[in-house]
């Protein structure tokens, strides 16, 4: 009966971590092709000992953690032989009991560990200074799992728990050894999270302060005003108070309403400069957003930490060093006079997400053909490398910025773009999800983005997957659709839509999965809980093929699959989604009304809105079809009253414009 618990509960993924996926895998392939033999005895005590063909003696003391076993071997530190000796005794543990079926792994809660086991792994002082760490505050999002998970907003850490009851076996991407501070700032938190909660976002220390409420109450009235007069009819005064308005945030630390007035000032800006990339559709959003954070800092239910609706110190801008970035991928969005593309990279060292971002305006003539995606993604993204380059290499930089919400500037910074062999087994979590069952509690507990940190990769993941299966092209949603499997057996739905100017990615993306379903590795991009499960809207995708690796980026690939093209073409080429095709519709209206303003609205607009209240009942949005009607009417009374009440007309147009920003929001993919 095999007493080391610990040593069997360490999974390939735990060893990795705790050594490197190059270590485990040589261990591994040595034990699988016999390269040496090993005797494994493990005493009375728990003391386990392995004398290797090759010369070499292990032993783990009873006790004691693998990272303290002793290898007669000269390298230092956790060698491959010890690694070895591990996945030879449990290899050797799995014969012994190869008649009993094996108990599932089920979720644990690290704040089962008591005090007194924590306090054995501290200097007195030092645990002093931790809780009082943890009385200040932080705020951390937690995942009770097979391997449960905290990540820290404030310091921005992730430490996962490797073994359960066991604070050694733990691995967090601070520079500190395990157990390292954040241990026990983690087990305190889940001792807080609701017992019947697996997953949750919360935050310790003293209240928030109060609601700045005159600061507040300013910012909805300015709003109402911009409804009176709209981006067209507001005075140039209207630019200087956002910008005022922006500063008195931040100096009231409400980081996140600050930067969406920044953006609204920006969109200001390219209107008045006939600049081709304004998006009408952009401020409604942006109104919807703000005004949503901003009715939830002053109720504050407690629901969720005013941290996270409000912003913390750490969402500021960071001025960058040596840096190396791996790339995963890079994605496309249909704006209404362009096109936004997205390369999305994580920081092989701190595992945070970030993201290169530029639009393209289309060209104004409808006599010329819109430029196609793939040859969008040609232009350059940094130092003269491209956006499909940046997708599928490794970018080293010296220098540029990182800003608030994680967008990188590489700027004139000393940047060269390298290939990658796609190892994307050691990225780092929570990016990298190895069990899906992780991944939807954690989804679970997340808000709307509306109310979550602004930044841009936020709902971003790069999923291990085994393979495809149920590969087709939907005519009814146009899109390529599949279901991929976890190595435990899970499912996660992939969703691409076909686009004109998206076609080849489309067919190539098709074609290669119906040839080679069982060759997919992983799939990287957004992920969202739907009522079908786990969705992913893919931007790269990573094949083995022969020993060796590829990638496809299906939003900006520019070879055709030929096998799938028949598909692609025979499909109905307008079948629509009724609801998300009338939520566009409405985000489109707004945006064309706080362009206009109420105060230049015409017959032809109340028209408009009437006809969208009569479509919000049509497709069953019967709670926005309330806040539409008395907007529609309002607009209809306009032609008959000569003292029309616009402020009247604002606060229905706004309070349309936060449902229609919390619709977005909940059917997201």
Request: glycine share 8%.
């Amino acid at each position: 009966m095999s007493l080391r618990s610990d040593l069997l509960a360490l999974s390939l993924d735990d060893l990795a971590a705790l050594t490197n996926r190059g270590t485990v895998k040589r261990a591994q392939r040595e034990i699988e092709a016999k390269e040496c033999t090993g005797e494994i005895v493990e005493s009375p005590e728990g003391d386990v000992t392995a004398k290797w063909s090759d010369g070499v003696e292990c032993r783990i003391a009873a006790g004691a953690v693998l990272a303290d076993g002793r290898c007669s071997c000269a390298a230092a530190g956790l060698c491959r032989h010890l690694i070895r000796s591990v996945l030879a005794y449990q290899q050797q543990a799995a014969q012994q009991t190869a008649d009993q079926p094996a108990a599932p792994a089920e979720p644990w809660d690290p704040g089962s560990i008591t005090d007194e086991e924590l306090a054995k792994h501290y200097r007195p002082a030092a645990f002093t200074k931790i809780r009082e760490e943890f009385q200040k505050g932080i705020l951390v999002e937690l995942v009770r799992s097979t391997k449960p998970s905290a990540r820290f907003h404030l310091q921005a850490s992730l430490i996962r728990f490797l073994v359960q009851g066991d604070v050694r076996y733990t691995h967090c991407d601070c520079a500190e050894p395990a157990p390292c501070r954040h241990v026990p700032l983690a087990v305190w938190a889940f001792r807080r999270l609701e017992p019947q909660r697996n997953a949750g976002i919360l935050a310790t220390g003293e209240k928030t302060p109060a609601a700045p409420l005159d600061l507040l109450n300013e910012l909805e009235t300015a709003v109402l005003d911009f409804c009176e007069h709209g981006v067209s009819g507001v005075a140039s005064a209207w630019t200087s108070r956002l910008a005022r308005l922006e500063v008195a945030c931040r100096q009231a630390d409400l980081i996140w309403p600050a930067t969406i007035l920044a953006e609204l000032g920006e969109q200001q800006k390219r209107y008045a400069e006939h600049d081709a990339l304004f998006a009408p559709e952009r401020i409604a959003e942006l109104i919807g957003e703000l005004l949503i954070r901003l009715d939830a800092i002053r109720r504050d239910t407690g629901a969720l930490p005013q941290l996270l609706i409000r912003g913390t110190s750490a969402d500021r801008p960071v001025s960058l060093g040596s840096a190396r970035f791996i790339g995963l991928g890079c994605g496309a969005r249909l704006l209404k006079r362009g096109v936004e593309l997205t390369a999305y990279l994580q920081d092989s060292d701190s595992g945070s997400m970030v993201a290169v971002r530029k639009e393209f305006a289309d060209n104004p003539d409808p006599a010329k053909t819109p430029r196609a995606f793939g040859e969008l993604a040609q232009a350059s993204a940094a130092k003269g490398s491209s956006f499909a380059m940046l997708g599928t290499g490794q970018l080293l930089i010296r220098g540029g910025k990182r800003t608030a919400s994680f967008q990188l500037i590489p700027g004139r910074s000393d940047a060269s773009v390298q290939p990658q062999a796609f190892a994307w087994e050691s990225l780092r979590p929570p990016v990298l999800i190895e069990e899906l069952a992780e991944l939807e509690a954690r989804l679970s507990a997340l808000p709307p983005a509306s109310l979550r940190p602004r930044r841009v990769a936020e709902d971003f993941h790069v999923c291990a997957v085994t393979g495809a299966e149920g590969v087709h092209f939907d005519a009814a949603t146009q899109t390529v659709r599949a279901t991929l499997l976890d190595r435990h057996g899970q499912r996660l739905l992939l969703a691409h839509p076909y686009s004109s100017r998206g076609a080849a990615g489309s067919e190539a993306l098709l074609a290669r999965l119906l040839m080679q379903p069982g060759d997919l590795r992983f799939v990287s991009g957004p992920v969202q809980r739907g009522v079908l499960g786990l969705m992913i809207q893919p931007v790269c995708l990573i094949w083995q093929d022969s020993g060796k690796r590829t990638a496809l980026q299906p939003w900006i690939e520019q070879r055709s699959g030929s096998s799938a093209a028949d598909h692609l073409l025979s499909a109905p080429a307008h079948l629509t989604e009724p609801l998300r095709d009338y939520l566009i519709h409405l985000q489109n209206s707004l945006g064309e009304l706080f362009v206009l303003g109420l105060q230049r609205s015409d017959p032809l607009v109340a028209r408009r809105w009437q006809e969208l209240w009569r479509q919000s009942e049509a497709v069953g949005l019967t709670r926005l079809a309330k806040r539409i009607a008395p907007l529609a009417e309002s607009l209809e009374q306009k032609r008959h009253t000569l003292r029309w009440d616009t402020r009247a007309a604002g606060q229905h147009l706004l309070q349309t414009a936060v449902l229609a920003r919390m619709a977005q929001d909940l059917t997201a993919g």
